[in-house]
């Protein structure tokens, strides 16, 4: 089986979380980069990779890779790649481009310069003067970083984050990969309760749910790669196959979700339905000064408001100071808050065992990890 050259991307702070998950699946010797994980693997790897990463952004096929600092070289080194091994000659192929301090810096004309040295290679593969594009899709990019350019093709289609689940959105929603990297740092067992104080439109509930239960965050969607006659649809059909077969849909957790705003919670409880984790998350309306509860031992997992917008910062930080006077009493509990205020700790009145930088959107926030102490072997 041929191999190829993957490349997942990721948001800052996610790497390492990213290279886990490959691992988890089976690859190794992964190279882990700002923003990316490098891992050499099968064509079935693109099939389970969609399928089963929760925290990537993207699934790339790397193509090529060389230095250019003038457009000849550009054209040239884009032109000696092997195109035609993966696109078809009625291929639809758009080209997106990004250059960060390189001397090419124009962006437009880099990828009309990649788009131009493709058609030239297909050219002499095919023996057509023209293509019509009305294939499947291949998404080229060329994305130069220091002069060294790089060349992809888009296997994912959407970004992974979205799952197929969350066809209405709140305001200013969590991304799905967020989400599940601040479950999967966590180290939560679905065999804990796990509460989110602040869910919204019920994503951190939601993604706690699927990786309790093993199911795949990609099993409700299509991706781009599906289309390409490169890769038989019954490899596509194996790997879902083998997800199916991974998942335990029945598995009980105690998983809930409560917030302030009877609206949003409408929207969780339709996104939970359509994941089909509905019934494992309870949704309550409920503020969080009112939390209470019975168990010994339990997991927070939320994102409160971080007050980015102008007057809304002094109510941030009040939220900040109420909270900790409400988790105070909880010392066998854990707590895991994600937000962009540089002085939680002294408003939350207690030091994080572990901080994250992390980035929510292009919001820099961190990830503050308060680990309580393990419960009793029957307990978990």
Wanted: glycine share 6%; proline share 5%; aromatic share 10%.
């Amino acid at each position: 089986m041929a191999q190829v050259e993957l490349i997942a991307t990721a948001a800052f702070g996610l790497e390492s979380v990213v290279a886990r998950e490959l691992k988890q699946l089976g690859y190794k010797n992964l190279t882990v980069e700002n923003g990316k994980v490098t891992f050499a693997a099968d064509e079935t790897a693109i099939c389970r990779s969609n399928l089963w990463l929760r925290t990537a952004d993207r699934l790339l096929l790397k193509m090529g890779q060389f230095k250019a600092t003038s457009f000849e070289e550009l054209f040239q080194g884009t032109k000696a790649v092997p195109w035609s091994e993966w696109l078809p000659k009625n291929a639809c192929f758009p080209v997106n481009g990004k250059s960060i301090r390189s001397t090419l810096y124009s962006v437009p004309d880099c990828q009309a310069i990649v788009k131009k040295a493709i058609v030239e290679k297909m050219k002499e593969k095919y023996h057509l003067n023209w293509f019509p594009e009305d294939g499947p899709r291949y998404t080229v990019e060329v994305a130069l970083l220091k002069d060294e350019v790089t060349l992809t093709i888009d296997t994912s289609g959407a970004g992974l984050h979205k799952r197929g689940y969350r066809k209405l959105v709140g305001e200013a929603p969590l991304r799905e990969t967020l989400a599940a990297a601040m479950i999967l740092l966590s180290h939560w067992t679905s065999n804990r309760i796990l509460w989110d104080l602040f869910c919204g439109s019920g994503t951190i509930p939601i993604e706690a749910a699927l990786i309790g239960r093993n199911i795949a965050p990609g099993l409700k969607r299509d991706f781009a790669a599906e289309n390409w006659p490169n890769i038989p649809s019954n490899k596509w059909q194996r790997a879902r196959e083998e997800a199916l077969d991974m998942a335990r849909f029945n598995e009980p957790m105690d998983i809930r979700g409560t917030d302030i705003d009877s609206d949003v919670l409408s929207l969780a409880r339709y996104h939970a339905k359509q994941a089909g984790v509905a019934d494992v998350i309870h949704w309550q309306r409920q503020d969080f000064r009112d939390f209470s509860n019975r168990y010994k031992y339990g997991c927070i997992i939320t994102n409160p408001p971080y007050g980015e917008r102008l007057g809304e910062l002094k109510e941030a930080e009040q939220i900040y100071k109420e909270l900790g006077r409400v988790l105070a009493p909880l010392d066998t509990w854990s707590f895991f808050i994600l937000t962009s205020h540089k002085d939680f700790e002294q408003l939350f009145n207690r030091p994080a065992t572990r901080r994250r930088k992390l980035y929510n959107g292009r919001i820099e926030c961190h990830y503050y990890q308060y680990f309580g102490p393990r419960p009793p072997r029957q307990d978990r």
